[in-house]
């Protein structure tokens, strides 16, 4: 079994932050790991009680930091509670903790689901904290806040769920983390004029694993087809509606995605999953051909199926939508956009840089590639 946190927590009250830092360095060492610069820096700064924002690429670590702030509030009796945007992806963190520091210290709250839910470590939309920080404000009973894909502060829709927190919560460390911030001047001073901590910016915009980008102005089923042969896979192809990633889902059965001995392997996982929904024997027919589909109209059985397939490389192409780009632990070599506009709610857009970059960042798996790729579709009319 891997080494947990879990089994550094000290059994005895006394230890110094110094101390708890050893025992962390511990546990990576254990699990084989090696820090990367910024992760030593920003696991220096939080055990030296600062607020840290840390702005790294999509699977630079980020999820150790924040392990390393859980550790040692865990460890001092304190409370910490991890936001996360959408309720996929606290569902992934609640079960990757729960791992870590035992089903017992963890707990869960999506609107959807309440697990726990007083547990010293909380795994919550960001919509749930701000409600926490609007009923309870100063007497919150929340010492440390970590949020996850923190760009969301600059949503039009849900921004008020990330800046709520920082306003109402004068008790709490924070960390904040995104892979593509801008200048971060402002939140150092405001965090520290709110909590009296000081406050850094750890950056970095090192990838572990290069990406490569592309132009195609080849059709789209031919454009995936270059990819399998190229041995690319898996590849998320990103759309901006659900209708689309279904129609394409569709569209891309007539390619030969899986062959004989995958199409079994799958089978063999699908043996006892139920398709009792009405777009369940749909997506029973893609998946059985190597094709799965992602996105927040799903049900959520069906996305965790292609997440779990994915994960266990039966997968090749999955079609969605932008929620893959928003942190879900998938494998993925390529990401192929079949476009760069998409309707923000008011009129149809450009995709912004910062949204682009989230994306793309999604491509290329440490430890399993030594590339990743990003391809952009031609419109159709160029074709």
Not at 13 to 23: F, I, K, N, P
Not at 106 to 121: F, H, K, M, Q
Not at 126 to 140: K, T, W
Not at 262 to 290: C, M, T, Y
Request: charge should be neutral.
């Amino acid at each position: 079994m891997s080494p947990t946190l879990q089994e550094q927590l000290p059994l005895t009250d006394g230890c110094t932050g110094d101390d708890l830092l050893e025992r962390f360095l511990i546990y990576v060492e254990e699990r084989g790991l090696e820090l990367y610069p910024s992760q030593e820096t920003a696991i220096l700064e939080l055990y030296d009680d600062k607020n840290v924002i840390l702005n790294t690429p999509t699977g630079s670590g980020k999820s150790l930091v924040a392990a390393a702030g859980h550790f040692k509030a865990l460890a001092e009796g304190k409370r910490t509670v991890y936001t996360c945007p959408i309720k996929a992806l606290v569902n992934e963190k609640w079960m990757s903790l729960c791992r870590e520091f035992g089903p017992h210290n963890v707990g869960l709250s999506t609107g959807d689901a309440s697990i726990n839910r007083e547990a010293p470590i909380l795994c919550c939309t960001a919509e749930i904290l701000s409600n926490i920080a609007l009923r309870d404000g100063a007497r919150a009973f929340v010492h440390e806040v970590v949020m996850d894909e923190f760009h969301y502060y600059a949503d039009r829709e849900r921004g008020a769920a990330w800046q709520i927190p920082l306003l109402t919560l004068p008790r709490a460390r924070f960390l904040l983390m995104s892979a593509t911030l801008g200048d971060t001047e402002f939140f150092e001073k405001e965090l520290t004029r709110l909590n009296g901590r000081p406050s850094v910016t750890v950056r970095s915009q090192e990838r572990p694993v290069p990406l490569t980008y592309s132009y195609a102005d080849t059709l789209l089923t031919k454009t995936l087809e270059n990819l399998i042969v190229e041995e690319k896979t898996p590849i998320y192809v990103v759309h901006f509606t659900q209708r689309e990633a279904a129609r394409n889902a569709q569209n891309f059965t007539s390619l030969n995605v899986a062959t004989k001995e995958e199409k079994a392997a799958i089978a063999k996982e699908l043996v006892d999953v139920p398709f009792n929904s009405p777009h369940g024997p749909d997506i029973k027919r893609w998946v059985r051909q190597g094709i799965g589909i992602h996105h927040a109209g799903l049900l959520p059985k069906y996305r965790v199926l292609v997440e779990q397939l994915a994960q266990k490389g039966l997968l090749k192409v999955i079609c969605g939508t932008d929620t893959l780009g928003v942190g879900i632990n998938v494998p993925i070599r390529t990401v192929l956009f079949t476009r760069l506009c998409k309707y923000d709610g008011e009129k149809t857009t450009i995709l912004s840089a910062r949204d682009f970059h989230q994306i793309s960042g999604r491509a290329g798996r440490k430890g399993y590639d030594e590339q990743g790729w990003v391809v952009v579709q031609a419109p159709e009319h160029v074709v």
